[in-house]
């Protein structure tokens, strides 16, 4: 529920991810949004994905541990001018608009990867430079940024053989300038100017004018050689499930309901053994080790369970103490069938999601 947290300024909190739409008063001018995930839907790179319809609606502040997706050029959607994720830590997907100037601040150092999308016409020098969109935190070393779908890539995509050093400009237009006289063709091209970093593409006619492309990259970390794409290093890992579950004692070759939560059962009386189960569901199904001992009669720590992908399923090596006995899980990569096998097996880790 919307909770009213001061004058023109709403606040929503939210443990989960999903789609959501505010429809906000007329006074409200700023919108909260604080996405308290725990920290297997941190890990798993789940997402809140947000928009917003309200007149008055300019600022948008991000906090929490969760990933968030704000779409501010979406049909519909109150185009603001100013974000603030510097609170938030699980990364942010933002896509610009090309209604309005937009300033984005971006988490701190060492923070998840945001993703930002611009279209060519999302950032503009504009009349007097007054169309250049500001990317403030922006992190080399993980952060990643597109243009038209394009990802700007340090020596790839940025063509740094008509860089633009402008120590020497007296003002922003004149930098410019000197970046549309080069004969870069549509080549997007680094200027540094009074120690920010921007991106520009002489679009259009020859020469510095209103259309060409532009963006400010300020308080950047990393240096302007190591944008990259860093999309690879957003989780996939499932999130942990949640039931409430079924159980299905394990012996021989076991199944699950599809689409349902199961709990798989472990018994005391060792038949679990060399089993199989398939359609193991991963973030909807668990293993219930609960009823498993160690040789020394305490219950089983997560270090005594381990994980190996087989090429066609993962095996599950359970070590009592006295011997080490496997059951085979079959159809975890549906989770997501693109992940390598050692991001799998990064994601079969016990103690995230496997076992109740």
């Known amino acids: 529920m919307p909770q009213l947290t001061k004058s023109q300024s709403q606040s929503f ?3 989960k991810g999903g789609a959501m739409t505010f429809v906000l008063p007329e006074d409200v001018d700023t919108l909260e949004l604080n996405a308290l995930f725990n920290e297997s839907r941190a890990r798993s790179g789940e997402t809140l994905s947000a928009t ?4 008055a609606l300019e600022s948008l502040m991000l906090g929490g541990t969760g990933r968030i997706e704000w779409n501010n050029s979406a049909l519909g959607n ?3 001018t100013h974000t603030d994720a510097s609170a938030l830590t699980g990364g942010l997907e933002y896509t610009a608009s090309a209604a309005v100037q937009e300033t984005i601040v971006l988490g701190a150092s060492g923070s998840s990867t945001d993703v930002l999308y611009f279209s060519e016409d999302a950032s503009r020098y504009g009349q007097d430079g007054n169309g250049i969109d500001t990317l ?5 070393t993980k952060d990643t940024l597109l243009v038209n779908d394009e990802v700007m890539a340090s020596f790839e995509t940025i063509n740094f053989d008509y860089a633009v050093m402008a120590w020497d400009a007296g003002s922003l237009e004149e930098a410019f300038t000197m970046a549309g006289e080069m004969d870069s063709g549509d080549a997007v091209i680094p200027v ?3 120690d920010d970093f921007y991106l520009y593409r002489d679009s259009g006619p020859a020469g510095l004018d209103e259309n060409d492309f532009a963006l400010r990259l300020s308080d950047m970390t990393g240096g302007f050689n190591t944008l990259s794409d860093r ?3 957003i989780s996939k890992m499932a999130p942990a499930p949640e ?3 079924t159980d299905v004692q394990v012996e021989g070759q076991v199944s699950g309901t599809e689409n349902a939560p199961d709990s798989f059962v472990l018994g005391d009386d060792d038949t679990w053994w060399g089993s199989v189960i ?3 569901e991963l973030g909807i199904d668990r293993i219930d080790v609960s009823g498993l001992t160690g040789s020394d009669g305490e219950a089983l720590a997560f270090n005594d369970i381990h994980a190996m992908y087989n090429g066609s399923g993962t095996d599950l090596m359970i070590d009592d103490g006295a011997a080490t006995n496997t059951v085979t899980l079959i159809g975890i990569p549906k989770y997501d069938p693109g992940a390598p096998a050692g991001e799998l097996h990064q994601a079969m880790g016990p103690e995230d999601f496997l076992f109740g």
């Open 78 to 80: 109150a185009a603001i």
């Open 231 to 233: 999309r690879d290093m």
């Open 278 to 280: 398939t359609d193991f």
């Open 52 to 55: 917003a319809q309200g007149d």
């Open 136 to 140: 403030v935190g922006f992190d080399g």
């Open 13 to 15: 909190a939210f443990t």
């Open 243 to 245: 039931g409430p579950f």
């Open 192 to 194: 540094l100017f009074d």
